[in-house]
């Protein structure tokens, strides 16, 4: 069993900040990539943000400068730290993770956390 748990979600102002936190937590041997997506209302979900076991990072246009992903490996945990928030940031963020279980031989995606809603008021 493998969980993934959101936590940093909240109300902001434009402009403002927030630090997004994911905790990967079960039988995990390795994980290889992580990253964010958000979804918002009417919309299909969108990549925010990757990064790769060895610290390669990509990011979607519309975050480039604003936006930073960062993980810590002995935690298993990713983060996302926002700034400059803009109204069209306004979604919920899922975590996401391509994990490779203990006793298993290949990684596997289709991981995702519960979601963290954030809003950026005008």
């Known amino acids: 069993q493998v969980q993934l748990v959101e936590s940093g979600g909240g109300l902001v102002q434009t402009g403002g900040s927030l630090r997004l936190s994911c905790a990967a937590s079960g039988s995990i041997f390795s994980i290889n990539a992580m990253g964010w997506y958000r979804q918002a209302p009417g919309k299909q979900r969108e990549l925010v943000a990757v990064?790769?076991?060895?610290?390669?990072?990509n990011y979607a246009d519309p975050v480039k400068g604003r936006f930073t992903i960062s993980r810590d490996n002995a935690k298993n945990t990713v983060y996302l730290q926002m700034n400059n928030l803009k109204p069209e940031d306004t979604a919920v963020y899922y975590c996401y993770a391509t994990i490779r279980r203990d006793g298993e031989s290949s990684y596997v995606g289709g991981y995702w956390g519960q979601g963290t809603q954030v809003a950026v008021s005008s």
């Open positions: 990064i790769m076991i060895g610290g390669r990072t």
